[in-house]
């Protein structure tokens, strides 16, 4: 049960917020209109704004349109006012960026986490923000990261990472500890998702469901304007559900789950049974050894025109599709974005993913569904995690 | 874009109803305790106490413990302060009830519709709620309806209601302007996971699943507290997603949806063709005809013994258990109801598909996930169209 009280304080923390909203939103706009666009009174938007301009977070940006008397002034966010760090905890490689209010990252660092863990990979977290804090020119307004795995993100637990060999990790308390800085830490997904909805294009909606097909599978739901985690942090844990009967084994113990069958690592393991099997596959000539192909092989095989990695692409795709009808069935949400990896295969990805979607899901619901490609590419999480960072400390998502 | 300010009108309305609430969940309550649980002042509480007794939805029920003056007076919601009616336009019977304010059904009533629909069902919603409206014997806080169909809750029209023939019927302003009273209208499962959320004996929780499984088969999601709609209104149209592969062709057009092999529907139409393949099945000495077999007769057969109506309902718990994994996939969520006709099979019914869930999706969070059995029975519908109107007249869900 909600039990709190609205009081003054909140009200004038929830006024400031919706100004600085209102500017952010509108990117140009003079007080007036902030007040019209509010309904707050004239005195309450010009009195927070000084404040906001007193932070830096809003600055005077010319002269608008006459309305018949002095031409007003008009405000927007300083989008370099504040510097965010996003950090995305991928299998492989730590990535991070600075990231500015507007989702833009201004610098990029990585580190190498191959065969890291436990407290190790720990310290290559740490020397990837130590990197990024000292390259800051900004005042720094936190630290988002996305992380795989179970993550709790309101106690910022890293519950359970199988690669990264942690469990009930307490990564915000660690990182706030030795940063100061206000931290943030949720799954990578759920964070991609929240980066989709704040900084891509696509239209203006409420809900979306973002789907993140790299060497795992996994979907982020944002439902009214917000991040949706799930009981136990695990919303959107679409890639170890079964699509496939008698299928194979999972890393996570179970068989068939559509990791196994749509993922990228899924894929480059079927391409290496292909070259195995099939000696004028295009991959012969792309790669030395079976254990030398990996994704970018498959995708130079596929340029080339090789069939039978076509027909992987598009098995894949229709996989995906089984687990959209799913999701349209449970949520009815009408905007999915894919993102990770396998974009790049296009097309030849999307195109058996809507066919299955059609055919498998209610059909006035899923004819509704739009299912598209991420603008954000390969930063979508450190993207995402700077929008988790700006939605917890401004208000801005 | 949220654009509401805060004005003291908004807190005064929000106070009042926090105190209500309060009210309601502790059941009985003194002022002072109720200033503590929502950390208002004693004045504020009083106030609207005051007010609350006024309109006769609060009372004084005697006296609490001393705590070392005078010992408190109590307050407690008086829960026949309002009636409300709440309407099933179940297939083959539309079913209503009036309903206090704590979801008990203090008097039923129903009519046939059998083959009537468009204009002439709706003559039946009117007759039934004349019927009901004529009946209460408190003031009426309004009407709740539960519809089959895709259901525009917010503008409270039936977009689409396929076995009733009607399209983008305004109900709501139809009932609205008949009755003078305020009108909630939503699809059936979804008020009816609503009911559950209100009125059923499950652990505390803000997020819920309801699966009703009867002449079809859809799911009712409460999250946050709040019924989840979906864009499309289509939120749980779990009934409608492929579950079988060349399976066999359903009323929506497409083939293998769950309804065509978990539905009551389905489970009456295998067990006729078992009489017509087995001359040994129990359903012989059941039914006259193979027509005159219904779910009442699969009823007794299975609970006579028959062990091929065992395995049907087996098999449809084992299909229903694959709908289970999407849905831990899609949004763990911990609770889930199962409710409608199919409850009579009880843990027949229950255990294979807690079986499926835990092999189909992801290990930690299926161990998580409890499945049990509505215990509204047949009234849920009615109970969650009250709860609709509850939540939404008082805010007291």
Chains 1, 2 share one sequence.
């Not at 609205?6 to 007040?35: E, G, M, P």
């Not at 997904?189 to 979306?208: M, R």
């Not at 619901?365 to 930063?379: C, E, F, P, V």
């Not at 700077?386 to 939605?391: R, T």
């Amino acid at each position: 049960m909600k039990t709190q009280k609205a009081t003054r304080k909140q009200t004038k923390f929830h006024n400031q917020r919706l100004i600085l909203k209102t500017i952010y939103i509108y990117d140009r706009i003079s007080r007036a209109d902030v007040a019209r666009a509010t309904h707050l009174t004239r005195p309450t938007v010009s009195g927070a704004v000084a404040e906001l301009i007193e932070e830096g977070l809003v600055e005077e940006v010319g002269q608008g349109q006459s309305e018949g008397g002095k031409p007003p002034i008009l405000l927007s966010v300083a989008d370099d006012a504040r510097h965010l760090i996003g950090i995305d905890l991928a299998e492989g490689e730590f990535r991070g960026g600075i990231v500015d209010l507007r989702g833009r990252v201004v610098a990029h660092a990585s580190l190498p986490v191959e065969d890291l863990n436990g407290s190790l990979a720990l310290e290559q977290v740490y020397a990837l923000l130590d990197t990024l804090v000292a390259a800051t020119s900004r005042p720094l307004l936190g630290i988002g990261i996305g992380a795989p795995g179970l993550i709790d993100a309101r106690h910022g637990l890293v519950r359970y990472a199988v690669n990264l060999d942690w469990q009930n990790l307490a990564l915000r308390d660690l990182l706030t500890t030795r940063y100061a800085l206000p931290v943030y830490v949720a799954n990578d997904c759920h964070v991609a998702a929240l980066g989709e909805y704040t900084f891509g294009l696509h239209p203006i909606t409420s809900n979306l469901i973002v789907i993140k097909v790299g060497r795992g599978i996994a979907a982020g739901i944002v439902l009214n304007g917000h991040l949706y985690y799930g009981d136990g942090s695990g919303a959107g844990e679409i890639g170890h559900v079964r699509v496939v009967e008698e299928g194979i084994q999972c890393q996570c113990g179970h068989i068939g789950c559509l990791e196994t069958v749509a993922s990228a690592r899924a894929i480059v393991k079927q391409a290496q049974l292909l070259v195995q099997e099939d000696t004028h596959s295009a991959l012969h000539s792309l790669a030395a050894t079976v254990d030398a192909i990996n994704l970018n092989t498959v995708y130079h095989a596929w340029q080339a025109g090789d069939a039978a990695v076509q027909a992987l692409v598009e098995t894949a795709g229709r996989h995906l599709g089984r687990a959209v009808a799913n999701l349209i069935g449970a949520l009815n949400i009408h905007q999915i974005v894919l993102a990770g990896d396998l974009t790049c295969f296009g097309d030849a990805l999307l195109i058996p993913i809507r066919e299955e979607m059609q055919l498998r899901a209610m059909e006035p619901l899923a004819a509704k569904t739009q299912i598209n490609l991420s603008q954000l590419a390969g930063d979508i999480v450190i993207q995402g995690a700077a929008a988790l960072l700006l939605a917890n400390e401004l208000g801005l998502v």
